[in-house]
């Protein structure tokens, strides 16, 4: 490079800040995508979909009722997960349930409170609508769960010995309530500052050149990092605002703990932000309209951090090819940081090699966005 | 070659191609410069490479062989230094219409970097050779086209360059701010000896040119003054007179082999002859009632003599007489206090005229007169506040859809299937009129004959050069033999000599009867109505022959007035009245 290369100038890293900074203000779809989407993807995600199984309703087919059939059954409506609706036949209860008007059977016959009595081993059947195979193995373990809780209460109100000699003690770590919500809230952060990195990003590139400011910019001495960086600052800015009020809401309004420290979730985010960015403007780099944009950075970034990430879809539980996939979605080591950070504090173990994972990412990208982005059209 | 003296821009053997499905040879070997301190013009018809050769003047492409020079630089090396010296303005300039006028300049500013402490006289500077300084805190988007466009060359000029280049800036601008724009050009030129390389369409444009370059299919065919390209032509241009219709009298003339040219110019005829040797008399032998005189050849003459490869074979364009004739033959179309609000915006306030069967009829004025909202009522595509409507007999409040089979409409952006080929689009349109087996068949054949589409008839019509899907849009529109053809800009963005072409077909259909209704901001075009209307903000200013207009502006003792100058003195007579009121 030579001496007289022009330098960088404040000056105009300043002033395409401010028009960037304007036209994100002016412009009510940034706004949408900054700060709307978010509240309206929390509230659906904090409210609406649950993967707990609750209300669970439950037929109990009692043949010959008694105490102790009563008992378990109350044992059952207490809990919060089920429903009971009773029925004398197993005929009645098969056909309910094929009607979907039950989810799950407990079958007690005629001589079990006989056999619990004598010790000769009280079986209870157990029924359950496998359509939702994912219902059906959550609502399986609650009702085996709560018979075994009723089966303990009980040998301890006889005095009786434990009819197992080791009693199973389950004890869930770091989400003692098993919400769904605690898991979901905090890796929605990272799909909203997907959106807002690379969808919004993508977007606005595009459209400088759909109409053709992106030309009169280029002909101007700007040097192409000033432009770069000009995109960078405003809508870094406005991802970590967007985090910001995702974070605040599911702190205060989903009592979703924050068991980490705030500062290591700032840095990583800030991390991912970067690799987002740098996505988005690869992505408008390579297709120079909205329409493309749009598109492409949806199916490349939007759906991967949605389906790809963990946020939702465990990713031990996912193909062997589809768990190497996952290794190129930026948003599956952000998504580890999250809940690593929000669930179980600071896991050093965790978050580093998740950091540094993302921090290669963030380097890649901007530095293919730096070799692609040129000031010629070709 | 040292800095100062050498030329602004030097193109040395310069070639670019592009690749793709079809690879494109945009420029080829162009050896020209451009000189300091004066107007050079870049003239030539669609695909010469006029974009092409601005952009890599501007540093935005790189040739594939030869070198470019700007200010002495060399654009491969030096690019960015150089552009903190120049000006460029791409053919639809990057405004950002969610910032405001002053918030645009400051941006320009800072990318060119103004110091604070001149930017203000800089400003109010540009703000008052623009006429734009009452609107500095108004949007850019809410500004017309005009305005558009003269912001967008302030903030080009905003720091001074040595070099401006202006790719095709007055597209689209409505006479008074193409006058305007060139004012400021002009002055740039005078006062700072600045630069200018300007591509344009308009060949009256040209004239005003300190230079003339011609490229042609990337290869330069000239470069002089715009006078030397005209002086060859002396003893080739005549202006004829006969009784006989101006069109008949083009039509005939046209059959003559000695006229290369003829054109309809008011009530008169232009003749250009192949060469100087003709006698004017055989060129009006057997024409009643026939008088000829020389007249002063034009640019334009010469860029038809140089580019007119192939005489246009005279049209036989034609569309059958209407299955039923309309009611009342002498007025096609009548409109009647028509009017037109969106809100509280009175768009169109109370225009009358009729139009004659057979007739040329056009509507005039600037962007926002009006001219587009008139028009879609006319052709029943959007309903009319008050007053009434009559097409072809019917009205178009009650019986919209019996109108719309009697007439054909051209959109402005031809409304085609990009991706669909011209047989496709024909047999679509085809069968949106209505026809099917063998008429259609027949139809699409005669106009791929009548427009000479045949040999396209496979290619996208996405590919096709925009002269021919100019024609291919009006063949889609003339499909169902329409009585009345409705043209929105039919001409607007298409070469001069597309230009001609598409005015040829339209005189031939005039010819057999066809109305014909059509907006255009090319005043030169308005010479081919026989009537029309001059529209702004929402009112009709005149409605007369553009004869009479023109004459109505004739200054004793100056040149004949075009219809350029007639246009502007009615806007100013109109501006002036509004200002009193």
């Known amino acids: 490079m030579s001496a007289t290369k022009a330098q960088l100038s404040h000056r105009r890293l300043i002033g395409m800040v401010r028009k960037e900074s304007l036209q994100i203000l002016r412009d009510p779809s940034s706004i949408a995508i900054a700060f709307i989407l978010p509240v309206v993807m929390l509230l659906l995600f904090g409210y609406g979909v649950s993967l707990d199984a609750k209300d669970v309703r439950i037929g109990f087919v009692i043949e010959t009722p008694d105490s102790v059939t009563s008992d378990i059954r109350a044992a059952f409506a207490q809990s919060d997960y089920f429903v009971p609706v009773t029925f004398h036949t197993i005929q009645k209860a098969e056909q309910a349930m094929r009607q979907r008007e039950i989810d799950g059977i407990v079958w007690m016959q005629s001589d079990f409170s006989h056999r619990l009595h004598n010790g000769s081993g009280a079986p209870i059947g157990v029924i359950v609508n496998g359509v939702d195979a994912n219902q059906a193995r959550i609502t399986e373990g609650y009702i085996l769960g709560a018979w075994q809780t009723w089966l303990t209460h009980y040998s301890e109100r006889r005095g009786l010995p434990q009819a197992f000699p080791i009693a199973l003690e389950q004890r869930v770590w770091f989400n003692p309530a098993v919400r769904s919500r605690d898991f979901l809230v905090p890796g929605l952060v990272a799909v909203i500052m997907t959106l807002i990195g690379a969808l919004l990003t993508a977007l606005v590139v595009a459209r400088e050149w759909e109409r053709g400011t992106m030309e009169a910019l280029l002909v101007t001495p700007i040097h192409i990092r000033e432009l770069l960086m000009g995109k960078l600052i405003p809508y870094f800015i406005l991802g970590m605002g967007g985090m910001l009020l995702t974070v605040a809401m599911a702190v205060w309004q989903f009592d979703v703990p924050l068991r980490g420290s705030f500062l290591v979730l700032l840095a990583a985010s800030a991390l991912f932000m970067l690799v987002a960015l740098a996505m988005g403007l690869l992505i408008s780099i390579v297709a120079k309209n909205q329409f493309v944009a749009g598109q492409v950075a949806i199916i490349v970034t939007f759906l991967p951090a949605f389906i790809l990430s963990g946020f939702i879809f465990d990713i031990n539980s996912m193909p062997t090819a589809i768990q190497w996939l996952t290794h190129l979605i930026p948003a599956r080591y952000f998504v580890a940081i999250l809940q690593t950070v929000f669930l179980a504090g600071n896991v050093w173990a965790v978050i580093l090699p998740n950091a540094a994972a993302l921090a290669l990412m963030a380097f890649i990208f901007l530095m293919l966005v730096r070799r692609k982005a040129g000031k010629r059209l070709e | 070659m040292s800095e100062a003296t050498s030329p602004a821009i030097q193109f040395t053997g310069l070639s670019k191609s592009f690749a793709g499905a079809r690879p494109v040879v945009a420029l080829d070997q162009l050896t020209l410069q451009v000189g300091r301190g004066k107007v050079t013009g870049l003239i030539g018809p669609d695909g010469a490479g006029k974009t092409t050769l601005m952009r890599i003047a ?441 230009r001609r072409e598409f005015w040829w077909h339209i005189n031939a259909l005039a010819e057999s009867g066809v109305t014909v209704l059509v907006t255009t901001h090319f005043m030169d075009e308005a010479n081919y109505c026989d009537r029309l209307v001059i529209m702004a903000d929402g009112e009709v200013l005149a409605e007369d022959s553009p004869e009479q207009l023109r004459a109505r502006f004739h200054k004793t003792g100056e040149e004949e007035a075009s219809m350029e100058d007639a246009f502007i003195a009615l806007i100013e007579q109109h501006q002036q009245r509004e200002a009193a009121a």
């Open chain 2, 58 to 498: 501007a540093g935005l492409l790189l040739p594939d062989t030869g070198d470019i020079h700007v200010l002495g630089e060399d654009m491969r090396e030096a690019s960015l230094q150089v552009q903190s010296r120049i000006g460029y303005m791409p053919q639809r300039f990057g405004l950002y219409e969610d910032l405001s006028v002053q918030e645009n300049l400051d941006l320009y500013a800072d990318l060119q970097g103004v110091p604070p402490a001149e930017r203000d006289a800089r400003h109010r500077e540009l703000m008052r050779m623009t006429g734009l300084a009452p609107f500095t805190a108004r949007l850019a988007g809410r500004l017309s086209g005009g305005m558009k466009q003269k912001l967008g060359l302030a903030c080009t000029l905003i720091s001074r360059p040595e070099v401006l280049l202006l790719d095709e800036p007055t597209v689209g601008v409505d006479p008074v701010s193409r006058r305007e724009l060139w004012a400021i050009v002009y002055r740039q030129v005078k006062e700072q000896h600045m630069s200018v390389l300007l591509s344009t369409a308009y060949l009256d444009e040209a004239e005003r040119c300190d230079d003339v370059i011609l490229l042609h299919e990337g290869k330069l065919l000239g470069q002089q003054k715009p006078a030397d390209f005209s002086a060859p032509m002396q003893g080739r241009v005549w202006a004829v007179h006969a009784a006989l219709g101006k069109r008949r009298l083009q039509q005939q003339l046209d059959l003559n082999p000695a006229v290369l040219d003829a054109l309809t110019e008011g009530r008169q005829v232009r003749v250009v002859t192949h060469d100087s040797h003709t006698p004017p008399d055989t060129l009006i032998a057997g024409l009643p009632g026939a008088h000829i005189e020389a007249v002063a050849p034009r640019f334009e003459d010469a860029f038809i003599a140089r580019l007119q490869q192939h005489k246009l074979t005279p049209s036989t364009l034609t569309s059958t007489p209407p299955q039923s004739p309309s009611s009342d033959d002498n007025a096609v179309i009548q409109a009647s206090e028509l009017s037109r609000y969106f809100g509280d915006f009175i768009a169109v306030n109370k225009v009358s005229f009729d139009v004659k069967r057979g007739e040329i009829f056009g509507l005039l004025g600037a962007n926002g007169a009006g001219k587009s909202t008139t028009f879609r009522m006319l052709c029943g595509l959007l309903p009319v506040s008050s007053g009434s409507v009559r097409v072809a007999g019917v009205d178009l409040r009650s019986a919209a859809s019996q109108a719309r089979a009697r007439i054909g409409y051209m959109a402005q952006r031809f409304s085609l299937y990009g991706n669909l080929s011209v047989q496709e689009n024909l047999n679509f349109f085809a069968s949106a009129y209505g026809l099917s087996g063998k008429v259609k068949r027949e139809r699409i054949r005669a106009s791929m004959d009548d427009f000479e589409l045949t040999p396209f008839a496979g290619s996208a019509a996405l590919t096709l050069p925009l002269g021919f899907k100019q024609r291919l849009a009006l063949a889609a529109a003339l499909m169902h033999r329409p009585e009345i053809l409705f043209l929105d800009e039919p001409t607007s963005g298409v070469d001069p000599l597309a």
